[in-house]
Antibody, heavy 117, light 109 residues
Framework: EVQLVESGGGLVQSGGSLRLSCAAS????????MTWLRHTPGKGPEWVAS????????YYMDSMKGRFTISRDNAKNSLYLQMNSLRAEDTAVYYC??????????WGQGTLVTVSS | EIVMTQSPATLSVSPGERVTLSCRAS??????LGWYQQKPGQAPRLLIY???TRATGIPARFSGSGSGTEFTLTISSLQSEDFAVYFC???????????FGQGTKLEIK
């Protein structure tokens, strides 16, 4: 069974940092693009960042450039998101997802990030 | 940025009914469109990609259509487990630049 499990969320003050992790299992992790998305209740999901199989290509939503860094460790079947200079508007549930044909399937269960001002 | 607009925001329907959800793109995305279902407390689940191709394991009562700027998701006969929020997502400008609609919530009438 394909499974993605996020961890690392929590409460952080504005300007602070967090590192999210996503543990993958049940598929050949090193063969897929991987993505971070986030979702605030009442709004549509928001794409955050994507990375290709070997880490040579990384893309970010404009508002995250310079603050967030996506990375992966294929030996550990893990995806990461380093988030710095956090703002109140970054408060959301963060999901990792496997990317195939530019759609996301599956998504993990999510980890909540709350940024207090 | 391509803006995705879904309508209506909320739809009250009865089990067994046929329902059609709409998604409009601010510019043409060809058939680079996906649909997702999200139930309370769960992550979104991919239903449709390429505007009309069902993802693995998705029941045949779900169908997608459209191209360019206008898309629809149809559920032929609503089951109790289908009451959820549905999102569309465009991926024309990949990578990067994916955008989602704000969602349509299906409620039990």
């Amino acid at each position: 069974e394909v499974q993605l499990v996020e961890s690392g969320g929590g409460l952080v003050q504005s300007g602070g940092s967090l590192r999210l992790s996503c543990a993958a299992s049940g598929f050949s992790f090193s063969s897929y693009w991987m993505t971070w998305l986030r979702h605030t209740p009442g709004k549509g999901p928001e794409w955050v960042a994507s990375m290709n199989q070997d880490g040579g290509e990384r893309y970010y939503m404009d508002s995250m450039k310079g603050r967030f860094t996506i990375s992966r460790d294929n030996a550990k079947n893990s995806l990461y998101l380093q988030m710095n200079s956090l703002r109140a508007e970054d408060t959301a549930v963060y999901y990792c997802a496997r990317e195939t044909r530019a759609v996301f399937d599956p998504w993990g269960q999510g980890t909540l990030v709350t940024v207090s001002s | 940025e391509i803006v995705m607009t879904q309508s209506p925001a909320t739809l009250s329907v009865s089990p067994g009914e046929r329902v059609t959800l709409s998604c409009r793109a601010s510019q043409s995305v060809s058939t680079n469109l996906g649909w997702y279902q999200q139930k309370p407390g769960q992550a979104p689940r991919l239903l449709i990609y390429g505007a009309s191709t069902r993802a693995t394991g998705i029941p045949a009562r779900f169908s997608g259509s459209g191209s360019g700027t206008e898309f629809t998701l149809t559920i032929s006969s609503l089951q109790s487990e289908d009451f959820a929020v549905y999102f569309c997502q465009q991926y024309k400008n990949w990578p990067p630049g994916y955008t989602f609609g704000q969602g349509t919530k299906l409620e039990i009438k």
